[in-house]
């Protein structure tokens, strides 16, 4: 069974800084890649950014409002993406998802989310 | 960028009828990676279709997917009371992954 499991979310004052995990289990996460996926509270959703898989240098891409601040990693040895967001802005308060549709695979997994709250 | 444009905006209709929703890519989703949600009020979005037509796991046969290149539609042919909720659908075949705006499905 393909699971993604967020964690890290929480409450940062502005300007501060916030690490997101993504754990998966159940494919081949080194061959996959992973995006991250943001929801402010009664909006749509909104693409944050993804990593590619070794094969793809780990290349990273990010949405316009978050380039420069937010960083997307990965540990292949510890099935687990990375969020990294600094310069925090109350904009950026939303729940945070992971997704990926797995090495070659058709279907797109999503975790639960994590609440991330910025505010003073 | 590949914009995914939904519509309507809002559906009213009754338990019991027919809805058709509509999903129009500006170029061609790779692959049909195109998948439809359902989103209630502070619950993760719900995968209902994937590749399309393809219904996830656990999804009742009375949602259908269909379409390909640039035009998709999700129809659910009887609407039960738990079906009035937000609909998005997804291009995930490309990065960046991009969303229709969404189409609320509300009881008339």
């Known amino acids: 069974e393909v699971q993604l499991v967020e964690s890290g979310g929480g409450l940062v004052q502005p300007g501060g800084s916030l690490k997101l995990s993504c754990a998966a289990s159940?494919?081949?996460?080194?061959?996959?890649?992973m995006h991250w996926v943001r929801q402010a509270s009664g909006k749509g959703l909104e693409w944050v950014g993804h990593?590619?898989?070794?094969?793809?240098?780990?290349?990273?891409a990010y949405a316009a409002s978050v380039k420069g601040r937010f960083t997307i990693s990965r540990d292949d040895s510890k099935n687990t993406a990375y969020l990294q967001m600094n310069t925090l802005k109350t904009e950026d308060t939303a729940v945070y998802y992971c997704?990926?549709?797995?090495?070659?695979?058709?279907?797109?997994?999503w975790g639960q989310g994590t609440l991330v709250t910025v505010s003073s | 960028e590949i914009v995914l444009t939904q519509s309507p905006g809002t559906l009213s209709l009754s338990p019991g009828e027919r809805a058709t929703l509509s999903c129009r890519a500006s170029?061609?989703?790779?692959?049909?990676?195109l998948a439809w949600y359902q989103q209630k009020p502070g619950q993760a979005p719900r995968l209902l279709i994937y590749?399309?037509?393809s219904r996830a796991t656990g999804i009742p046969d009375r949602f259908s997917g269909s379409g390909s290149g640039t035009d998709f539609t999700l129809t659910i042919s009887r609407l039960e009371p738990k079906d009035f909720a937000v609909y998005y659908c997804?291009?995930?075949?490309?990065?960046?992954?991009?969303f229709g705006g969404g189409t609320k499905v509300e009881i008339k």
């Open positions: 997804q291009q995930y075949g490309s990065s960046p992954l991009t």
């Open positions: 590749g399309a037509s």
């Open positions: 170029q061609s989703v790779s692959s049909s990676y």
């Open positions: 159940g494919f081949i996460f080194s061959g996959s890649a």
């Open positions: 997704t990926s549709r797995g090495d070659g695979g058709d279907t797109p997994y």
């Open positions: 990593i590619g898989n070794k094969a793809k240098s780990y290349a990273t």
